[in-house]
């Protein structure tokens, strides 16, 4: 059965929980678009958590007589989940409007349809939320298991060598979206901004841009929490392999990089008067820097001190900006 969004209220009064305490309800917002091949298998680990209280939303992003049978397996589910049809727009925008739709005050953790998660996901990061103030905004996200399409041949991604910060969110996205759950206050955070934020480059990328933005909290966890399927039908895919980094080099040369950026600086626009003095400055640089003339552009960004986690990526992002292309 698919809940209608006058129906979300009731639902909410069934979901026990208090955001910031040992038992609350996490909600788990899942984007789903021809999700019927995986879908099952992602479901079946929502069951195996050991933090057994959630509740599932999903948005479907596709025109209903275009669907597969991803409807029927999220209705199928042992918990009953809030089911939205998606604005049809892209992954960005679906997760925008379940972001929209979700209770604020409360966690939300991030899923991707084609992962598995591993049985203490939820629990290792409501544990690590909990730790932290609850009128701080934090966001918790963690390293993965990297597995191709039969869920084999698996990796570990990339560890975080810096520490996340502004500088590096502007350059760099390190909190994995399908790994990424929010506590009470970045969710009210969230709510307070995203009817005026236009359609980001990608949610996840903008969830740690405003998080480190306004001076919230953001833990990196080293444990991975679940396997991250890579198939042809990634959206982005993992960054660990040459082929794919070779890929986004080419997207930087033709300027698509550059134009990623733009998209970020509107979406920050929005929440300027709630950024920290340190973090307004930071971002006036940047700006001006991507203006100015090649001499006057590096000592800016130099300024800024922007970086990305590694130092050959941190060579590359240089080069871009040697050639007006950050």
């Known amino acids: 059965m698919m809940l209608r969004p006058d129906d979300l209220h009731r639902e909410r009064s069934i979901l026990v929980g208090t955001a910031g305490s040992r038992s609350a309800c996490v909600h788990i917002l899942m984007a789903v678009h021809e999700g019927e091949k995986y879908l099952p298998q992602q479901l079946a680990s929502f069951t195996t958590q050991t933090y057994p209280n959630w509740a599932l939303w999903a948005g479907i992003d596709a025109p209903e007589a275009n669907e597969d049978q991803s409807r ?88 975080r060598r810096r520490g996340p910060s502004f500088a590096n969110a502007l350059v760099q996205n390190i909190a994995s979206g399908n790994t990424i759950v929010l506590n009470g206050a970045a969710t009210r955070l969230v709510a307070s901004v995203i009817s005026d934020t236009p359609t980001p480059v990608i949610h996840d990328w903008w969830l740690y841009q405003l998080i480190t933005a306004v001076g919230g909290q953001v833990i990196c966890d080293e444990q991975p929490v679940l396997l991250y399927r890579q198939h042809s039908n990634n959206v982005l895919g993992s960054n660990d392999c040459w082929r794919s980094r070779l890929r986004r080099l080419k997207l930087i040369w033709a300027g698509v990089w550059a134009r990623w950026t733009d998209r970020n600086i509107d979406c920050l626009k929005v929440i300027s008067g709630q950024m920290t003095p340190q973090n307004q400055q930071c971002l006036r640089t940047f700006i001006q820097a991507r203006q100015s003339s090649l001499l006057r552009r590096m000592f800016q960004l130099r300024r800024t001190g922007i970086y990305r986690q590694r130092s050959a990526a941190g060579g590359v992002m240089w080069l871009a900006a040697l050639f007006g292309r950050l």
């Open 72 to 159: 029927d397996i999220l209705n199928a589910c042992v918990k009953k989940p809030v089911v939205l049809d998606g604005p049809a727009l892209g992954v960005a925008a679906n997760f925008m409007a379940l972001m929209s739709a979700a209770p604020a005050g409360e966690m939300w953790a991030l899923a991707d349809q084609d992962d598995v998660w591993l049985p203490d996901k939820l629990a290792r990061a409501v544990e690590k939320l909990n730790k932290v103030s609850p009128d701080i905004p934090a966001l918790y996200c963690a390293r993965t298991l990297i597995a191709d399409h039969r869920l084999g041949r698996m990796r570990l991604s990339p560890r």
